[in-house]
Structure formats: structure tokens, C-alpha cells
């Protein structure tokens, strides 16, 4: 009878250990899965963000523009006055005749423009 105890023991301590694991391993799983499909939901970073952030400086608004890296709301209203002036811009590196575009700026902002 002793030998009967002792290996239902043994057996429930193994029973007892594999529950554990298995439910250990469930919830890594499910963290993962949650993790791979929330993905897309994933906030980017600000550089990700600035590249999949296009303004047309043809169409945009005041607001629209001043998002645009190191363009406040001042540099945003020449934007729009120069615009207005000279009837759009042709090309995007015309942004640079703006006051206060230089090509410092123009190279951080280049890829968030368009003119069509």
C-alpha cells in the first residue's frame, strides 16, 4: 500500500507540474497572439510617423502644414501667402523661397511634401 501512495505522489506532483506548464505556456501564446494581431495598432514612433505623414503644400491648410516638422503656425501662413502669391508651387524644393525654409529644413521636411 505504501508503494501505491507514494506513486500516486509522484504522479499527482507530475499531473500538477504539467498543468503548470501548460498553462504557462497558454498565456504566452496568447500574449503573443494578442501582440501580433494588435500590430497594426501599434503607435509609431515619431520618425515612422513623419515618413508616412505627406502635407500637399498646394492644398493644405494652415494647421495641416504647421504638423510638419519645425514649421510652426508662423512659417505655416507664409507657406500659405507664398501659395497664394504665385499661384502654387511647381516643385517642392520651390518651398525653400519661403522665409524661413532654408535647406536645413527643407531636408528634414522633404519627404512630407507634395505638390500634387
Not at 501599434?42 to 505627406?54: C, G, S
Request: a negative charge.
Amino acid at each position: 500500500m505504501k508503494h501505491k501512495s507514494k506513486t500516486l505522489f509522484y504522479l499527482s506532483i507530475v499531473a500538477c507540474a504539467f498543468l503548470l506548464f501548460c498553462l504557462w505556456y497558454a498565456s504566452k501564446q496568447q500574449a503573443y497572439d494578442t501582440y501580433e494581431s494588435g500590430k497594426s495598432k501599434i503607435l509609431y514612433t515619431a520618425e515612422e510617423e513623419a515618413e508616412n505623414f505627406v502635407v500637399n503644400i498646394n492644398t493644405a491648410d494652415i494647421d495641416e502644414i504647421a504638423e510638419l516638422p519645425n514649421i510652426g503656425e508662423s512659417i505655416a501662413e507664409r507657406i500659405i501667402a507664398y501659395r497664394n502669391e504665385n499661384g502654387g508651387f511647381k516643385s517642392v524644393d520651390e518651398i525653400k523661397n519661403v522665409s524661413g525654409i532654408g535647406d536645413k529644413t527643407y531636408e528634414e521636411i522633404k519627404n512630407s511634401i507634395s505638390i500634387d
